[in-house]
């Protein structure tokens, strides 16, 4: 973002109670004036008041009107996730805006990242108007006809600065969509339940096109910042996967900030049954087990492969490949996890698949729930723990019938920098352009959240 002095303040205060008599108004910028009379005209118009008080308090701030002014300026289509008076009520959020005390203490609440400073009481308005905007035009036609989740960017950049590349890269946070069974609405699908917006974008009847950048869609929900991946695992029925992300010693580094984000498959604590758990006894069994869950190369989303007919093979942190498919169904998505990576054997991902499948040791799962956007990366629910074929084999004749997960300090010998993912640093130079492309697969356009500035738009939903 940049600087710029408050030049509109005083005038747009004004124009909130006295919708219809804009014209009595000047500004340096007459055209950013425009826009932003336009929009709370609208909001107003439509009942959206809190939003438009939100709008107009917003412009009254530096990082608020660097904001708007973003919004004014970007000559792309953008959509904004406008809650309802109703849905601000519930979320105790209206005006004047005080920082809730659940955010009070600034450590705790979502932190506009890349900002120098940053202490401003308002940090937290113009971060929850960021998460409400989405790049690129979404409505219930633009999404899956199949039922599939659409993934878009927020404008919300991720918590923690990048850390291993370009500082001018920026990453955003994701939204995952899906249309609604009305025929008509858009359900935003967060990790706290679904928002559902209004049938479609309101009218912005009278602006003369001025708003012609903005698609404005109403929601009954105030969305929140997804939950970092701890905090993600809390929820009910995944402590297991927890715990043994304890015992190996990587849950810190799994939710870090990467150049590609996270994707993990987290099984349910049905799925560990005794003879998996006894494996996580045995160290590097445990650590090829639990590393065979997630990528820290990649954010992942469905519509990589439910909305291509070629399965998505994504490598593991353990080195092994995962193969995601939707299954014959076509609704529900199946994941199976193969054999050691043949080194340079690009013609072979084909007869690999196949020779798995063949495969009497090959482990498969069923995705239970998709594209759970968390802090930094992705979470998948899948039924049953992945067990890499090199240790199912040796499991089945051991007769370790010990059921309990091993507590977290018993096994704690493991130095964290044992586990930790390597970065070639003299490689990560060009890692942007290389991880980009390399998710980039035939048919589908799917992009890593490493967007390159507000440039990089709808991924996922091009085909
Ligand atoms: C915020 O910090 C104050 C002390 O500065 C503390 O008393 C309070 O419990 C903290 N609140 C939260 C939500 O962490
Ligand atoms: C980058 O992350 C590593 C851990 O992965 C950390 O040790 C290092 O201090 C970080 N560097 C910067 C500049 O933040
Ligand atoms: C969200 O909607 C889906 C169906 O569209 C439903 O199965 C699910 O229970 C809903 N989740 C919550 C938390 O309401
Ligand atoms: C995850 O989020 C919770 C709640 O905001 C916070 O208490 C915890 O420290 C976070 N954990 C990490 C590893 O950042
Ligand atoms: C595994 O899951 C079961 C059922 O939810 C729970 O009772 C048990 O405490 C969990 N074990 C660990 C080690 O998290
Ligand atoms: C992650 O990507 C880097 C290059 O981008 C590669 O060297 C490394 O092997 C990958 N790690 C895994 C586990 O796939
Ligand atoms: C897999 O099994 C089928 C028949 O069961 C066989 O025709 C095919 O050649 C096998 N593929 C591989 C790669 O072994
Ligand atoms: C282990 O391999 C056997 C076949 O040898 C298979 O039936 C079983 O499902 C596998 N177990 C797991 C947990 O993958
Ligand atoms: C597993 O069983 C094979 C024979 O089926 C045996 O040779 C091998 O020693 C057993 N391994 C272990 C670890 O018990
Ligand atoms: C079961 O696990 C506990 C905890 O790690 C361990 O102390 C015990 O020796 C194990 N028992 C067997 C039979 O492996
Ligand atoms: C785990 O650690 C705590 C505190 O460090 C200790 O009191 C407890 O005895 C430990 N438990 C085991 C099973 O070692
Ligand atoms: C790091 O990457 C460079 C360039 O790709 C390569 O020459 C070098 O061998 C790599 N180093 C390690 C330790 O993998």
């Known amino acids: 973002m940049f600087h710029s002095p408050h030049l509109l303040l005083p005038l747009l205060l004004l124009s909130s109670t006295v919708s219809g008599q804009d014209d009595q108004l000047t500004c340096p910028d007459g055209d950013l004036t425009a826009y932003l009379i336009a929009l709370i005209d609208t909001l107003y118009w439509n009942g959206l008041t809190t939003f438009e008080e939100l709008i107009v ?20 289509k953008t959509t904004i996730l406008v809650p309802t008076d109703s849905a601000f009520q519930q979320a105790g ?35 929850l108007l960021s998460l409400h905007t989405l790049q690129g035009d979404w409505s219930f036609d633009s999404l899956p006809s199949n039922g599939g989740n659409g993934i878009t960017s927020t404008w919300l950049s991720m918590k923690d600065e990048m850390n291993d590349t370009s500082s001018q890269s920026q ?10 069974q009305d025929g008509a609405s858009v359900v935003i699908d967060g990790w706290w339940g679904n928002g559902t917006t209004w049938s479609g974008p309101v009218r912005n009847g009278g602006d003369n096109g001025v708003l012609d950048n903005l698609v404005l869609l109403p929601v009954n929900e105030v969305l929140s910042s997804p939950p970092n991946l701890s905090t993600a695992l809390t929820a009910t029925g995944l402590s297991n996967f927890s715990s043994a992300l304890d015992v190996v010693g990587v849950t810190d580094d799994l939710g870090r900030l990467t150049g590609g984000g996270f994707t993990v498959f987290v099984p349910v604590d049905e799925g560990w049954t005794d003879d998996v758990k006894a494996m996580m006894n045995d160290e590097k069994a445990a650590r090829a087990l639990v590393k065979s869950h997630y990528s820290t190369n990649y954010t992942l989303y469905s519509p990589a492969w439910s909305l291509s007919s070629q399965p998505f093979v994504l490598t593991l942190d353990s080195g092994l490949d995962l193969t995601i498919s939707l299954s014959s169904d076509g609704v529900s998505s199946i994941v199976t996890l193969g054999s050691e990576e043949p080194p340079n054997q690009p013609q072979s991902r084909q007869s690999q698949v196949q020779a798995e499948e063949n495969s009497t040791s090959v482990s498969t799962a069923k995705i239970l729930k998709s594209d759970i956007t968390l802090e930094n990366g992705v979470m998948h629910v899948i039924d049953t723990v992945l067990v890499p074929p090199s240790l199912n084999a040796s499991a089945s004749n051991t007769t370790n019938t010990n059921t309990s997960l091993p507590s977290s300090n018993t096994t704690t010998t493991s130095s964290p920098t044992e586990v930790k993912v390597e970065t070639n640093t003299t490689a990560s130079q060009s890692g942007h352009a290389e991880k980009a492309a390399r998710v980039d697969r035939e048919g589908v356009k799917i992009r890593t959240l490493v967007a390159l500035g507000l440039a990089v738009l709808n991924w996922g939903l091009l085909a």
């Open 57 to 76: 308090h917003l412009s009254e701030t530096d990082a608020g009107y660097d904001l708007l002014h973003s919004l004014y300026s970007s000559g792309s």
């Open 171 to 180: 990453a955003f946070q994701a939204v995952a969509m899906r249309r609604g």
């Open 93 to 127: 959020i209206w005006p004047p805006f005080d920082t809730p005390s659940s955010l009070s203490n600034s450590s705790s609440g979502p932190s506009s990242s890349g900002q120098a400073g940053g202490s401003d009481p308002d940090d937290w308005l113009v971060d």
